[in-house]
């Protein structure tokens, strides 16, 4: 009975973790994979990590693009500290290693296959609190 009530309140935690998740680390979640996982198939990045990272899920439309950062999480926090445009975005003063993937076809639904490419761009967030909440996008490095 013990061994029950402590499964259920593991399960009750996570659950309750999920829920709370703070758009912070949901940003983390969604675009921050530093180091880069190796998968099996590296075509199959995009599809492998946004099912882990639970962007993509069964039941839910296939997300468009997402871009994941290879970099340290620190390096975007730090982002945040650099002035503003316009829009209030904050810009990463060098270029980052990351994989940009773009939803092949047009259908939304699942199962989802991506496009991925590798790229070295200047990434672009908006910050709350000094921390990045949304990849507002990518952007090459001049010449």
């Known amino acids: 009975m013990a061994g ?7 399960v009750l935690t996570a659950l309750a973790g999920a829920v709370g998740e703070s758009r912070y680390e949901k940003f ?4 921050v994979d530093h180091p880069r996982t ?4 590296a075509h199959r990045y995009c599809e492998t990590m946004l099912a882990r990272r639970r962007v993509t899920a069964p039941g839910r439309p296939c997300k468009p ?4 950062v290879h970099s340290p999480a620190e390096e975007l926090v730090a982002a945040c500290t650099q002035t503003p445009d316009a829009g209030g975005v904050h810009s990463t003063p060098t270029p980052m290693g ?3 993937c773009r939803l ?3 259908d939304t639904r699942p ?15 908006t910050c709350l609190d ?3 909440v949304h990849l507002a996008g990518t952007y090459a490095p001049t010449q």
């Open 104 to 106: 092949r076809g047009g």
């Open 4 to 10: 029950w009530a402590l499964c259920m309140a593991l």
């Open 98 to 100: 990351l994989t940009a």
């Open 130 to 132: 000094g921390l990045p």
């Open 111 to 125: 199962p989802c296959t991506y496009r991925a490419r590798q790229l070295q761009h200047h990434v672009r967030v």
């Open 65 to 68: 693009s997402n871009t994941f």
């Open 28 to 31: 983390l979640r969604q675009h």
């Open 38 to 41: 190796p998968v099996l198939a």
